[in-house]
């Protein structure tokens, strides 16, 4: 069945430092793309979405591409702040009858002055 | 303001005890579901519902009932909870299910004893 994998957390930086946090996938046909975010003691954000292959999904300073040929989605961002201190979940959906999200585990970042 | 609103934000229960979750949205959404957020999974699809009175199984559907008799509401019902139910329950939303957005509510914390 279809899958997202994520890089594990947690991953640690300095603010103004380059993340990156990759995403693979693994699906049937033509999936969306999603990045949401978790800030601590709050629920889930969209950050951003690609749906269909080479788009760019942007957000808040946030980049991700749609890469089908590796099957990948890796979130990025060139100058991390400490307000971004949260947890990243890539998700896919088939859409389909179900429009369910498949989720990856989550990597949890925190962002140090 | 377009949103997902849960209640409880938390609850601690005991065990056999009956309880139900609710879910409103505003926006006029057709479909809505509920996830199960556990460490290491992700989250997890439990049930979904592609308008009134049409429910199905997610992923992880057992302990849990949901109905829907009114497009706004979309209640999780745990009628004999049970330890291995504490978790972060989220209720989510979209206007239908090709591709549309999905809005997640704050999540509800719910912990059995």
């Known amino acids: 069945g279809d899958s997202v994998t994520q890089m594990e957390g947690p991953v640690t930086l300095s603010e103004e430092a380059f993340l990156t946090i990759n995403c693979t996938y693994t699906a049937t046909g033509y999936p969306s793309l999603f990045w949401y975010v978790q800030y601590p003691g709050e629920g889930l954000q969209l950050l951003l979405k690609a749906t269909k292959a080479d788009d760019k999904g942007s957000n808040k300073g946030f980049e991700a591409t749609y890469r089908k040929e590796t099957t990948s989605f890796h979130l990025e961002k060139g100058s991390v702040q400490v307000s971004d201190s949260a947890v990243y979940f890539c998700a896919l959906t088939g859409g389909g009858a179900t429009n369910k999200l498949i989720f990856g585990t989550g990597t949890l970042l925190a962002v140090q002055p | 303001e377009a949103q997902v609103t849960q209640n409880p934000r938390y609850l601690i229960t005991v065990t056999g005890k009956k309880l139900t979750v609710t879910c409103s949205q505003n926006m006029n959404h057709e479909y809505m579901s509920w996830y199960r957020q556990d460490p290491g999974l992700g989250l997890r699809q439990i049930y979904y519902?592609?308008?009134?009175?049409?429910?199905d199984k997610g992923d992880v559907p057992e302990g849990y009932k949901v109905s829907r008799k009114e497009k706004r509401n979309f209640p999780l019902i745990l009628e004999s909870p049970s330890p291995n139910q504490t978790s972060l329950y989220f209720c989510a939303s979209s206007l239908t299910t090709s591709g549309n957005t999905i809005y997640f509510g704050e999540g509800s914390w719910l912990t059995v004893v």
């Open positions: 519902s592609m308008n009134v009175e049409v429910t």
